[in-house]
């Protein structure tokens, strides 16, 4: 008897199914649910690991961004630590004696849509030989040279795949195709850096468009993760009065992806808060998901009625294998 075979046989998939039959939804979605749940448990048993705290986010450029993206409009770069103006170093040597495990280098976008972490490459260097801080960065679009410097001191790279032409055009605003995240992926690859590619659930006005173009996409790029972002309509951006994604969306999309791939599924720390954070991550966990970062009370409710083992991993981001803690 297989290993797989054996982890089904070991938990109970009756709690899953209950709650699954109790959603008020299309009979197509709880289907759907339910095999990918059970999939969950043949690849990874009744483990599920909570991420309660991820790396601090440094910005690069401060609150500066040359594209200002509709949903975002900057408005995040504000909650980041700023590493602009030299002051990066300074910034991860004190997460670095606080005992942070690791920092989150991000930024404003550059018009060719890259994040400008390659241009900090002394600095960068300078910081992984002096500590002990892994170091993920968020790279946005990067051509060859751009991988070949982040392989120099980049342990995951965290890049947003877009499947459709039209949401990069019109939500991100700049000159840029489906081809070109395509493109990124494969030259991180090959540069030998470990990827953790990131599916942004509604972007193009709270709706779906292009997700499951970008999932193909991530296919072939061997990720060690696969993680779901969820569009949040935020206060001070043109897309404040859009409605996030609806909720037999964001399991399609998810149900999709953990029918496609071996490796982790991670729910990110980027998502909506309240009544509907609360739904996404019973969604969630029943759709397939293995991770979540920062889960709700929710979360914890939901794994405990469903007999999972509930491993917690603090000051961790949920892109990295928890044996590297």
Same mark, same amino acid.
């Given at each position: 008897?297989?290993?797989?075979?054996?982890?089904?046989?070991?938990?109970?998939?009756?709690?899953?199914?209950?709650?699954?039959?109790?959603?008020?939804?299309?009979?197509?979605?709880?289907?759907?649910?339910?095999?990918?749940?059970?999939?969950?448990?043949?690849?990874?048993?009744?483990?599920?690991?909570?991420?309660?705290?991820?790396?601090?986010?440094?910005? $690069?450029?401060?609150?500066?961004?040359?594209?200002?993206?509709?949903?975002?409009?900057?408005?995040?770069?504000?909650?980041?630590?700023?590493?602009?103006?030299?002051?990066?170093?300074?910034?991860?040597?004190?997460?670095? +004696?606080?005992?942070?495990?690791?920092?989150? @280098?991000?930024?404003?976008?550059?018009?060719?849509?890259?994040?400008?972490?390659?241009?900090?490459?002394?600095?960068?260097?300078?910081?992984?030989?002096?500590?002990?801080?892994?170091?993920?960065?968020?790279?946005?679009?990067?051509?060859?040279?751009?991988?070949?410097? @982040?392989?120099?001191?980049?342990?995951?790279?965290?890049?947003?795949?877009?499947?459709?032409?039209?949401?990069?055009?019109?939500? @991100?605003?700049?000159?840029?195709?489906?081809?070109?995240? +395509?493109?990124?992926?494969?030259? $991180?690859?090959?540069?030998?850096?470990?990827?953790?590619?990131?599916?942004?659930?509604?972007?193009?006005?709270?709706?779906?468009?292009?997700?499951?173009?970008?999932?193909?996409?991530?296919?072939?790029?061997?990720?060690?993760?696969?993680?779901?972002?969820?569009?949040?309509?935020?206060?001070?951006?043109?897309? +404040?009065?859009?409605?996030?994604?609806?909720?037999?969306?964001?399991?399609?999309?998810?149900?999709?992806?953990?029918?496609?791939?071996?490796?982790?599924?991670?729910?990110?720390?980027?998502?909506?808060?309240?009544?509907?954070?609360? $739904?996404?991550?019973?969604?969630?966990?029943?759709?397939?998901?293995?991770?979540?970062?920062?889960?709700?009370?929710?979360?914890?409710?939901?794994?405990?009625? @469903?007999?999972?083992?509930?491993?917690?991993?603090?000051?961790?981001?949920?892109?990295?294998?928890?044996?590297?803690?």
């Amino acid at each position: 008897m297989s290993g797989i075979h054996f982890k089904i046989m070991r938990y109970d998939l009756h709690p899953a199914q209950s709650m699954i039959d109790a959603f008020e939804t299309d009979a197509g979605t709880k289907s759907a649910m339910f095999r990918a749940f059970t999939r969950r448990v043949e690849l990874f048993g009744s483990n599920i690991t909570f991420f309660k705290e991820p790396f601090t986010p440094v910005s $690069l450029t401060g609150t500066r961004c040359s594209i200002s993206c509709r949903h975002c409009n900057a408005h995040y770069l504000s909650h980041m630590l700023d590493g602009s103006g030299g002051k990066l170093y300074l910034q991860a040597s004190k997460l670095a +004696e606080k005992r942070a495990k690791g920092i989150l @280098l991000s930024g404003g976008s550059c018009t060719d849509g890259s994040v400008p972490t390659y241009r900090f490459a002394e600095t960068i260097k300078k910081i992984k030989n002096d500590t002990n801080l892994m170091i993920s960065a968020h790279t946005g679009i990067v051509n060859h040279m751009q991988a070949r410097i @982040l392989s120099e001191y980049l342990d995951m790279a965290l890049v947003d795949v877009l499947g459709d032409d039209e949401t990069i055009h019109d939500i @991100l605003g700049f000159e840029a195709c489906v081809s070109d995240y +395509e493109s990124s992926l494969k030259e $991180l690859a090959l540069a030998g850096i470990s990827l953790a590619p990131h599916i942004i659930v509604g972007l193009h006005n709270g709706r779906l468009k292009g997700e499951f173009r970008a999932l193909e996409i991530v296919r072939k790029s061997n990720p060690e993760v696969v993680v779901i972002v969820i569009f949040i309509p935020t206060k001070g951006t043109p897309l +404040e009065n859009a409605a996030p994604p609806k909720m037999e969306d964001v399991v399609k999309v998810i149900t999709t992806a953990r029918e496609m791939f071996n490796v982790p599924l991670s729910l990110s720390c980027v998502r909506p808060g309240g009544r509907y954070r609360s $739904l996404l991550d019973m969604y969630a966990i029943l759709s397939g998901v293995d991770r979540l970062a920062v889960p709700s009370r929710k979360a914890y409710a939901v794994s405990r009625e @469903l007999g999972l083992d509930i491993a917690e991993i603090p000051g961790m981001c949920c892109s990295y294998d928890t044996g590297k803690d």
